[in-house]
């Protein structure tokens, strides 16, 4: 059994394929993208599949999520995604983003306070942590 620190998808989000496929009309919800759309589980998962934990994403979205990378110049398209009404959506175009090691481009910095995802945790900025 591997260790490795990124956890597989688990076969329980097949449960939510009819919601997602509605939900995201059968489209990549980051991109849009019509190609091999398939959910994915963000880590850490709950135990019961999640709907907010998870997203429909195409081929390229997946592997980038699994990968821990992005390719900059294709990536655009998460300066929207982080507008997303979809926990989820945002929550996933923030960790890519997060994936560039340097993001000096402004528009990046600028789409993670959109998101409203920690940096520095790949989560959820929530205003009531005791700060400090
Ligand atoms: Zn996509």
Redesign the pocket.
């Known amino acids: 059994m591997s260790r490795s620190r990124r956890p597989r998808q688990r076969a329980a989000v097949g449960v939510l394929g009819k919601e997602l496929t509605r939900r995201s009309r059968g489209r ?1 919800e ?4 019509k190609g091999d759309n398939r959910p994915f589980q963000l880590p850490p998962f709950p135990e019961e599949p999640d709907p907010d934990r998870t997203l429909m ?2 081929r ?2 997946r592997t980038w999520l699994e990968q821990e990378r992005i390719v900059p110049v294709e990536a655009r398209f998460l300066a929207e995604a982080v507008w997303s009404d979809l926990p989820p959506v945002r929550l996933a175009a923030a960790r890519l983003l997060l994936t560039v090691e340097d993001p000096e481009d402004p528009w990046m910095q600028d789409a993670l306070d959109v998101a409203g995802v920690d940096p520095a945790t790949g989560e959820w900025i929530t205003p009531d942590d005791p700060v400090s």
């Open positions: 990549c980051p991109c849009g993208g994403a195409c390229r979205c």
